[in-house]
């Protein structure tokens, strides 16, 4: 895919009490990164569907749903039928074949992304993600924001990576965990092309300036 980097800022890093101004502080960013939790495959409740909706009614910029919940596949649906552009389930929570999520998620209207936990093997889903738009690459345990990134997954983002390049998939590969300015170029180098990012922008005095640093910093890496 010829794009360049996708920024991503998480709204777990916003102020909760005023979710469609901080939508709109982020206006410059190609994608809202929404996690939901469930306090069941993940220990944190975050919000849920009609936070979702109401959001995606005011949000500037395309919703990016990332569903840390069990059985995804009866959920997950219901968050493309919102109008989100890309919605993500993890391959460890779903029940059934993650195809036939992939499926649902594509005939409601969204991408369908596939998130991989630190310690799960890429190689156990490669035949599986030939049907998804998106793989995201947790570069933190998922549950909490503020995390330490875990370099140690890079890995698996290069094999995605020359997966891609040799046609064998066709994927946007999503970083998210720790992404900062620090940590960036590191997950740029390694072949993703969107980052999620938290703190990193929520937690700048300038949103909008901290997310075009972001972007040219992996697009420098991407590019190098």
């Not at 779903?94 to 991989?116: E, H, I, K, N, Q």
């Not at 599986?128 to 140690?152: C, K, N, S, W, Y």
């Not at 999620?196 to 972007?215: E, F, H, N, Q, T």
Request: net charge negative.
């Amino acid at each position: 895919m010829s794009h360049g980097p996708l920024i991503a800022p998480s709204l777990l890093s916003s102020d909760f009490a005023r979710l469609a101004e901080e939508s709109q502080r982020v206006a410059d960013a190609d994608w809202l990164h929404v996690d939901v939790m469930d306090y069941h495959f993940v220990p944190n409740l975050t919000l849920g569907l009609p936070v979702v909706q109401a959001i995606q009614k005011t949000s500037p910029v395309p919703l990016d749903c990332h569903l840390m919940i069990e059985a995804p596949e009866r959920w997950a649906p219901g968050y493309a039928e919102a109008g989100a552009r890309n919605v993500t389930v993890h391959a460890e929570a779903c029940t059934g074949d993650p195809r036939d999520v992939a499926r649902d998620l594509r005939a409601a209207g969204s991408l369908a992304g596939l998130a991989l936990k630190p310690a799960t093997p890429l190689d156990d889903y490669l035949d599986v993600l030939r049907d998804f738009d998106t793989l995201l690459v947790m570069t933190v345990e998922p549950g909490f924001g503020g995390q330490e990134f875990i370099a140690e997954v890079l890995p698996k983002v290069r094999t995605a990576r020359e997966l891609v390049q040799t046609g064998h998939l066709k994927l946007f590969i999503e970083v998210d965990g720790g992404i900062n300015a620090d940590t960036i170029e590191q997950a740029a180098e390694a072949g993703a092309d969107v980052f999620v990012a938290g703190s990193a922008v929520y937690g700048a005095d300038d949103p909008a300036k901290a997310i075009a640093a972001l972007r040219a910093q992996a697009g420098a890496a991407l590019r190098g």
